[in-house]
């Protein structure tokens, strides 16, 4: 069964840094794809940053050069350095893994887990 916690969610102030992380147990987790999607109040939820089973990141246009994706397979734990936080980055951050090497299927509708909260404060 695949059991994903997320964990490293808190409040800080425009221009801070916060460090997410995501352990997974439950499968085989270097051959999946891993995620990390947001939903802040009102409005839907959207991907952040989805890193393939090669390493391969990619990000939504508003992350890209503030918030870094990685993957330490021997943990089995997901991460996301987010940097230069502003105040629209205010949100419930959830994590979750696709069977998908490639990362070509993975949906939001995928990220179901309990989420950290993330609070960025002007």
């Known amino acids: 069964q695949v059991r994903l916690v997320e964990s490293g969610g808190g409040s800080v102030q425009s221009g801070g840094s916060l460090k997410l992380s995501c352990t997974a147990s439950?499968?085989?987790?270097?051959?999946?794809?891993l995620g990390w999607a947001r939903q802040a109040p009102g409005k839907e939820r959207e991907l952040v940053a989805l890193?393939?089973?090669?390493?391969?990141?990619t990000y939504a246009d508003s992350m890209k050069g503030r918030f870094t994706v990685s993957r330490d397979n021997a943990k089995s734990t997901l991460y996301l350095q987010m940097d230069s936080l502003k105040p629209e980055d205010t949100a419930m951050y959830y994590c979750?893994?696709?069977?998908?090497?490639?990362?070509?299927?993975?949906?939001?509708?995928?990220?179901r887990g309990q989420g950290t909260q993330v609070t960025v404060s002007s």
């Open positions: 890193i393939n089973a090669d390493g391969t990141a």
């Open positions: 439950g499968f085989t987790y270097a051959s999946y794809c």
């Open positions: 979750a893994a696709s069977f998908d090497p490639s990362c070509s299927h993975i949906t939001v509708n995928d990220f």
